[in-house]
């Protein structure tokens, strides 16, 4: 099953996706956001292309498990991707994904610049692993 993991912020989208079978997940390039209508016509778009049978959007919950403003607007953009496209839509929580990719990016000796066009993305690919790791049969 091929699935897309989105990792929403507010100046980009971070995106990964799986291999067909569901085992391996792979960073893609951010969606810089512009409109939101450009946004969902790129991801829609993405979908399609691409025979996605699910979407994965992290969660940003705070530490202790509540919701903020940015958890809001990722459920809203969740429930909006969803009404547009023909496959379900979940949300993982993404506690901490942000500073774990930003390690992992550090680790693999990125400078700082690199770093920032790739940790959406990366954000995106620790936020789909997890999801797979849950749901796997």
């Not at 912020?9 to 390039?29: K, N």
């Not at 379900?88 to 920032?116: F, I, N, T, W, Y």
Request: glycine letters at 6%; a neutral charge; charged letters at 25%.
């Amino acid at each position: 099953m091929r699935v897309l993991g989105i990792d929403y912020g507010q100046a980009r989208v971070g995106l990964a996706m799986s291999d067909p079978e569901g085992r391996m997940v792979f960073p893609r390039p951010a969606i810089k956001k512009t409109t939101r209508d450009a946004l969902f016509a790129a991801l829609v778009s993405l979908v399609e292309a691409e025979n996605v049978e699910a979407v994965v959007v992290g969660l940003p919950l705070t530490l202790d498990g509540g919701d903020s403003l940015t958890t809001r607007q990722a459920r809203n953009f969740a429930e909006s991707l969803a009404r547009r496209i023909n496959a379900p839509v979940h949300l993982m929580d993404e506690r901490l994904s942000s500073a774990e990719a930003e390690e992992q990016l550090k680790e693999a000796g990125l400078c700082s610049r690199k770093m920032k066009s790739r940790l959406d993305s990366q954000a995106a690919t620790l936020i789909l692993e997890s999801w797979l790791n849950q749901n796997r049969p």
